[in-house]
């Protein structure tokens, strides 16, 4: 099983990953494709769509039983973790909250 989040699929790419995957939401495609067929699609798509920006989750045979790639610019990122794939968001800094109230003069 293979399911490729992409970053605004441009019509000719979809056309291509249409004919292995279904797409349930836009820019979402899932297939049970072999590794031969994946490789040689993301290798397409990483020739024609330079700038595309794809999360990549694949059945493999580690632990959890997938794996997890990214390829271009993605606002998720992969981080393997004691041999675990976790997927990390952009988040931003928080300041931290005053402990003492301001002293009043």
């Known amino acids: 099983m293979t399911v490729i989040v992409a970053n605004d699929v441009p019509p000719p790419i979809r056309g291509l990953l249409k004919r ?35 999360l990549i989750i694949a059945s493999d045979n580690s632990t959890q039983g997938f794996s997890v790639q990214t390829v271009g610019d993605t606002d998720r990122k992969e981080v393997l973790l004691s041999g675990l794939y976790l997927i990390a968001e952009k988040w931003s800094e928080i300041e931290p909250l005053e402990t003492e109230p301001a002293s009043v003069s």
């Not at 995957?21 to 836009?26: A, G, T």
């Not at 820019?27 to 024609?48: A, C, M």
């Open 20 to 54: 292995w995957f279904v797409e349930p939401r836009p820019n979402v495609f899932v297939g049970s494709v072999n590794r031969r067929t994946r490789e040689k699609t993301l290798e397409y798509i990483k020739r024609n769509a330079p700038g595309l920006g794809m």
